[in-house]
């Protein structure tokens, strides 16, 4: 019986090469995060405190299900998670200076800051940037 992931295997010759596919994962997890802090923050807040999380973590989101399509190597999806992990970034400065629930927020942030980083840095890699051609083709 094939699978999912068999059949994936068989039509791409070529394997993700590692920086793309711990990208994937980062980007993956920050979207989980964008998901779970929201919900935590709406059980212990409120529901005002988990609308302003789900805003500050759109990006993760959006970043999370590009990376689902890490697999083709279209050269778009690159270049939105960098801009979006740019964007993650400059929000986690808006979030320090407008809060002030403490060392949680501090290491929330530094958490964002950390995975999206680590996404453009993994992005950019030459391993990355041959995968997602401007053909799709990776």
Do not use: C, N
Not at 72 to 77: E, R, T, V
């Amino acid at each position: 019986m094939v699978t999912f992931t068999d059949s994936a295997r068989f039509h791409s010759a070529v394997p993700m090469p590692g920086p793309v596919r711990e990208a994937r994962e980062a980007a993956l997890g920050l979207a989980g995060f964008g998901i779970l802090y929201p919900a935590a923050l709406g059980l212990t807040l409120g529901g005002e405190a988990a609308v302003t999380a789900a805003l500050h973590f759109a990006p993760s989101l959006l970043i999370g299900l590009l990376a689902l399509g890490f697999r083709s190597g279209d050269a778009s999806l690159r270049k939105s998670v960098l801009v979006l992990a740019a964007v993650q970034i400059l929000l986690g400065l808006h979030i320090i200076g407008a809060t002030d629930l403490g060392v949680i927020v501090v290491l929330t942030v530094l958490y964002v800051w950390g995975t999206s980083a680590m996404l453009i840095y993994l992005l950019r890699r030459p391993q990355a940037v041959a995968w997602f051609t401007d053909d799709g083709q990776g």
